[in-house]
């Protein structure tokens, strides 16, 4: 299998990185900067267009703006790609790649890697066990990767929106955002907050990387008692008991998945478009 490789950036490195370690050796990538490739231990055949990518399967690791042109690329020669979140900055951009997608009987499949976190899916078990949850409060706060594409909603709290949807399999009835610089010199909002009302869960998003440390904190209230996630300890706590998380890498399962078509794409598509829709609303405090 031939794997085309689109961008090389902070995210980019870290897919190739994973790719490695999952045995895949056969590579074209797309980079337009300069690769130091002492930092790979090999040297992979680079070229400077994406259109110049002849792969069997596409990985699309490149700033947001860019994701619909280069996906359409591939998707309309009947190419598999693999696209890092988000996947465009609205919802009808998105719906076209689908379309353009199941016109060429090709697969798109966009990189909500949190749904595939252990952790998330021992929270997914608790809610079936306890019913929805009364709040969640959701901390993604950290100093960089500072991003001039996108704010901070679209980068952060994509994320925790998708994580939201998926664990409580529906879309919130309203959606208020505030958006905004903790450092007056950003170029983007470096920081946003977000309240998400469902039918019984309401979900506080927290975001920023403008943040002196870095907090990944999930506070989920139930009738019963709390439960914690810290995502920087690898933890889930429940009424002050620590659970047993399995030991397995996110991204590997996440890849996995999309290289051996072991997910169900109806679902996929529709938490990417539902994920969109929320972070386009346009509701303030």
Aim: glycine share 6%; net charge negative; charged share 25%.
């Amino acid at each position: 299998m031939k794997i085309g490789l689109i961008g090389l950036g902070y995210w980019g490195k870290i897919i190739l990185k994973n790719l490695v370690n999952l045995g895949y050796k056969d590579f074209v990538i797309c980079e337009k900067n300069e690769v130091d490739w002492n930092q790979f231990g090999t040297k992979y055949n680079l070229v400077k267009s994406y259109k110049d990518v002849e792969c069997d399967v596409a990985f699309v690791i490149t700033e947001t703006t860019t994701h619909y042109d280069i996906c359409k690329s591939f998707l309309s020669r009947g190419i598999d790609v693999f696209c890092e979140k988000p996947l465009t900055l609205d919802y009808e951009s998105s719906l076209q790649l689908y379309e353009e997608a199941a016109k060429n009987n090709s697969r798109l499949f966009v990189d909500w890697v949190f749904t595939y976190n252990p952790c998330v899916e021992i929270i997914s078990e608790l809610i079936k066990k306890k019913g929805k949850p009364k709040n969640i409060i959701a901390n993604r706060l950290n100093y960089g990767p500072i991003r001039n594409d996108v704010d901070a909603r679209w980068d952060l709290a994509s994320h925790d929106v998708s994580i939201a949807r998926y664990l409580l399999n529906e879309n919130p009835h309203r959606v208020d955002w505030l958006n905004f610089k903790r450092n007056p010199n950003s170029i983007q909002n470096d920081s946003a907050v977000g309240i998400l009302s469902f039918e019984n869960t309401s979900v506080q998003i927290n975001v920023s990387w403008e943040y002196g440390k870095k907090d990944r904190l999930y506070s989920i209230e139930f009738d019963d008692g709390l439960v914690y996630w810290d995502d920087n300890g690898k933890t889930v706590t429940s009424n002050f008991k620590q659970l047993t998380v399995p030991d397995y890498s996110p991204l590997h399962k996440s890849i996995g998945c999309f290289l051996n078509g072991d997910y169900d794409k109806t679902k996929q598509q529709n938490l990417t478009l539902d994920t969109i829709r929320i972070l386009q609303h346009e509701n303030s405090f």
